[in-house]
């Protein structure tokens, strides 16, 4: 059998062979990595694999993995590699002994291998689909003018002050605080900030936060959607510069303060758009392509179809 004509079962099949997680064959002796040659340079022609009559060159076995690495299948190193050739042989042996039995002949396996290269096939005009789409200039600057909140970014400092029930633990030596006392010590942190208090000296003395107490307080950048909603809209509508009230959080109170507010420009934010567009771009172009080939059901044999969900109602006014 043509290697190439296996290609499309095999990545099937080795994706079944790897799932059924067959023993590894037992590793034959190695000389220590000192002593090890350099592999020699194989010509393309070479026979690599051989499975009971059936040969194969490097050329051959190559344009398996290239097809295995197009369908996110890669072959990363040489253990990997040996690994595909272990599975392939495995495969092509079971293989060989049910055409002996001429399974190859019987109707359900004619059928099956047909539906698995159209699957491949499928595949493939998907993956050139995606090459081939591009959102244009237009659609790409019309998302970042309706999205620009997405691509503001914060740098913040906080004091936290946890309380019962808090995820955040509750550090050696201190007392569980029940929220009442929480609130007091956050609203008596905001006192000794607003009075000239060091924000990074307080934090570091009172932030239940240990993970960026030490750092004075100082979170990483982050965008929208990083943090929990109260913090998230405290830290994006609050003025730089200006020290918070407390702010309760499920992890505590938070005395906040924003240190800088930068916002992505459109070039900055044109790679992340296109990734954000190119998956509906792509399901579009796919639906269209599928529509092209009209499908009908016979409904004597296949029964009607299920009827499509109404649209949800606005609920009723009160009744007085």
Known sequence: MKLQFCIPLLMVACTAFAQQQLPAPTPSPRPAPSLVAPAAPVAPDAVVLTIGAEKYTRAQFEELLAALADNGRPVPNAAAKRQVAQQFGQLMALAQEAR????????????????????VLAGALQRQVSDEVKPDDAALQAYYDAHKSQYEQVKASHILIRYKGSQVPVRPN??????EEALAKAQDVEKQLAGGGDFAAIAKANSDDTGT??????????TRGQMVPEFE????????????????TKYGYHIIKVEERTSKTFEEAKPEIEKQLKPQLVREAMDRIEKQVPVTLDDNYFGPAAPAPHPALPNPPPAH
């Open 213 to 222: 107490a030490n750092n004075g307080g100082a979170l990483p950048p982050f």
């Open 174 to 179: 201190e007392k569980d605080l029940t929220e």
């Open 233 to 248: 809209q405290a830290v994006f509508s609050q003025q730089v510069g200006k020290i918070s009230d407390p702010v309760k």
């Open 100 to 119: 002996k039995r001429k399974l190859d002949q019987t109707p359900a396996a004619k059928q099956m291998a047909a539906i698995q290269v159209d699957s």
